[in-house]
């Protein structure tokens, strides 16, 4: 289990970073690498709750100074591939009769199974690639998405 998390004062408004992290569509567009997103609890103004296919986590404003101060977190809950088990050798076959005698060793085939249906894979995020997202996430906020003073 990994708990990252990225920290930023940004020069906007609480509302208007509240309104952008607050709903679920546009707060999925910045952790979209954790999965589809749903929003768990929200204490208005404040604390934005998250849980993703790969990840959860929270998302909290503060007044600060001169902007507003962003933390987000995100847990990642790895799951350890288990240890693979050491297959013990096959004892060696004993040659019938004729075979020695033709020096031929005989060969048994095993009945045809069946293969087991491939595994359906949940691909983890790693933690260094988490916490890319979440710095790319506060880059994203922090940007201005306008030009102001622009004509046209």
Do not use: C, N, Y
């Not at 990994?2 to 707060?27: F, G, I, N, Q």
């Not at 987000?72 to 809950?77: F, H």
């Amino acid at each position: 289990m990994h708990d990252l998390t990225a920290k930023r004062t940004l020069v906007k408004s609480p509302p208007e970073l509240w309104s952008e992290l607050s709903e679920l569509e546009r707060l999925a567009g910045h952790l979209d690498a954790f999965g589809e997103i749903t929003i768990t609890k929200l204490e208005p103004e404040h604390t934005v709750a998250w849980e993703g296919e790969r990840a959860s986590g929270t998302v909290s404003i503060e007044p600060s100074g001169w902007g507003t101060k962003v933390t987000l977190s995100a847990r990642i809950e790895r799951e350890e591939a288990p240890a693979e088990t050491a297959e013990e050798p096959e004892p060696p076959r004993r040659r019938s009769l004729l075979a020695r005698w033709w020096r031929r060793e005989v060969q048994v085939e095993p009945a045809a199974l069946p293969e087991p249906p491939p595994a359906v894979e949940d691909h983890p995020i790693a933690p260094e690639d988490a916490q890319a997202v979440l710095d790319g996430a506060l880059e994203a906020l922090g940007s201005a998405h306008h030009r102001p003073f622009s004509r046209g």
